[in-house]
């Protein structure tokens, strides 16, 4: 059975990591032996409760979890010890032999793969999410043109040219890469593999929900990405528009946070809810929502590289979804199967169109059909683990062969 290292700063103990690393590797474990390398917060090391769970789980699938410690300060020295660490880390794991491939999720574990591919011939796949650089610039914390951005750039091209297999979240991200970097994607292998979901966990619920209409947002708002100025203005169209609408953030983020960028008037008052869910709660979070709002910095070029995870989610639920234009796929998405709605500006009179827009829509008995079949259609977990099966076949099937250089 193959050896693979799968390589990610995300930790397994977020929901994210749960959602887009375990669930993939829940599959590909059934025909690989995995070795995962994670970094966990403080917070969830500190929790050893589900730290042993996860332990377990890894351990009932056969996946190796090699946890590391997520240190974000000093933002440069931390950053750079951890990357260090991580070279020495993946370095080992090839040369005990229990990595013939390693699968390298964004792009700091993506240039540790590149030295350690240097260094041994084993080949990697840069799975980029997302366009990194771009999406620093649009959050206002890496300048374009600068040593940092220069640097990062210059990792990029070496690990589009270098890698294995490139995969990318979107059409349209690759429709740029192929525009930057003509040379270095010449013969490379790239897949779309947009963010995927467990349409099994992810479900419409089995009765409506009774009560007022609740408008829903999950996942991070504070991160930079997030129209924070689109979600506010949203909240007082609906609310002037519907007096008995309800609002609720689940998200990680201080909820006294993101009350003063959304409500700093307390205008929403018991109107609004903010806080957290447990991973294994969310789909009963989203399934309490009667639509989703997801506005992305849309327009920059960062955003052709985003795929939304909530938004496989919401649609697996059966819900509608209110975006922005310019947001990887998004926008397409959602006009071809017509599953939700598409602003086209943050004023209230544009806020107030796509609002009329999406009551006339939920009218249309079959729109919770057609959210749920296009999830299936473009998002499920399935594809998505299939997909990444298939090109680790390649790569195996590549180097094994008498032919490969």
């Not at 589009?160 to 991200?173: G, N, Q």
């Not at 506005?295 to 938004?311: D, I, K, N, V």
């Not at 796509?354 to 977990?381: G, K």
Request: glycine share 8%; net charge negative.
């Amino acid at each position: 059975m193959p050896q693979t290292l799968y390589l990610t700063r995300n930790g397994l103990l977020e929901p994210l990591g749960q959602s887009q690393v375990l669930a993939y590797l829940r599959g590909l474990s059934r025909d690989h032996r995995i070795t995962l390398i994670t970094y966990e917060k403080d917070e969830d090391r500190a929790d050893t409760e589900p730290m042993e769970a996860m332990r377990a789980k890894c351990d009932s699938l056969g996946i190796r979890w090699l946890p590391q410690r997520f240190q974000p300060r000093p933002k440069v020295i931390a950053p750079a010890l951890s990357m260090m660490r991580m070279v020495w880390l993946v370095w080992r794991e090839v040369r005990a032999g229990r990595a013939g491939l390693i699968h390298a999720r964004s792009y700091i574990p993506a240039a540790v793969a590149l030295v350690v591919h240097r260094l041994t011939g084993v080949p990697f796949i840069f799975d980029m999410r997302a366009l990194w650089p771009e999406e620093l610039i649009t959050a206002g914390r890496l300048t374009r043109g600068g040593v940092m951005h220069r640097a990062i750039v210059a990792v990029e091209r070496a690990c589009l040219r270098r890698a294995a297999a490139v995969v990318s979240l979107t059409h349209a991200a690759v429709g740029h890469l192929n525009r930057e970097y003509p040379e270095e994607l010449a013969g490379q292998r790239i897949r779309v593999i947009p963010t995927c979901a467990d349409l099994e966990r992810f479900m419409p619920a089995s009765t409506r929900r009774p009560g007022p209409p609740v408008h829903g947002c999950i996942g991070t708002i504070l991160s930079g990405w997030f129209r924070t100025d689109w979600l506010a203005s949203w909240m007082r169209v609906a609310a002037e528009r519907d007096p008995e609408a309800r609002f609720e953030i689940v998200t990680r983020d201080d909820a006294g946070d993101v009350r003063a960028a959304l409500d700093p008037a307390n205008e929403l008052s018991g109107r609004l809810h903010i806080g957290p869910r447990p991973s294994e709660d969310m789909p009963d979070a989203v399934c309490g929502h009667d639509l989703s709002v997801m506005f992305y910095a849309g327009g920059e070029t960062s955003e052709l590289g985003r795929s939304p995870t909530r938004m496989a989610e919401v649609l697996g639920c059966g819900l509608p979804v209110v975006a922005n234009e310019g947001v990887g796929d998004v926008a397409d998405i959602v006009r071809e199967n017509n599953v939700g709605v598409i602003v086209e500006g943050p004023s209230k009179a544009q806020m107030g169109d796509a609002f009329d827009s999406l009551q006339t829509l939920m009218q249309d008995p079959d729109l919770p059909a057609r959210c749920r079949a296009t999830a299936e259609a473009v998002f499920s977990l399935e594809s998505g683990t299939e997909a990444y099966r298939d090109v680790y076949a390649s790569i195996l099937k590549s180097e094994d062969s008498p032919c490969a250089a």
